[in-house]
C-alpha cells in the first residue's frame, strides 16, 4: 500500500492493489491499484 499527502489540501491519497470484502481480496481486473482520497484527520497509519 502507498499513500501521499499534500499539505494544501488536507486529504490522503491512499493506492492499494486490493480490497477487502466480507473477508474476500478483490483485486482490479486490469491489474492496477485502487486508489482512495482519506480526509487527513481520519487516516491511521498501518506502517
Known amino acids: 500500500m502507498f499513500f501521499e ?5 488536507g486529504v490522503v491519497v491512499v493506492y492499494t492493489p ?3 470484502k466480507n473477508g474476500k481480496r478483490i483485486y482490479r481486473k486490469n491489474g492496477g491499484m485502487f486508489r482512495f482520497e482519506v ?9
Open 5 to 9: 499527502t499534500t499539505q494544501n489540501s
Open 18 to 20: 486490493y480490497i477487502t
Open 39 to 47: 480526509p487527513a484527520n481520519e487516516y491511521r497509519c498501518h506502517i
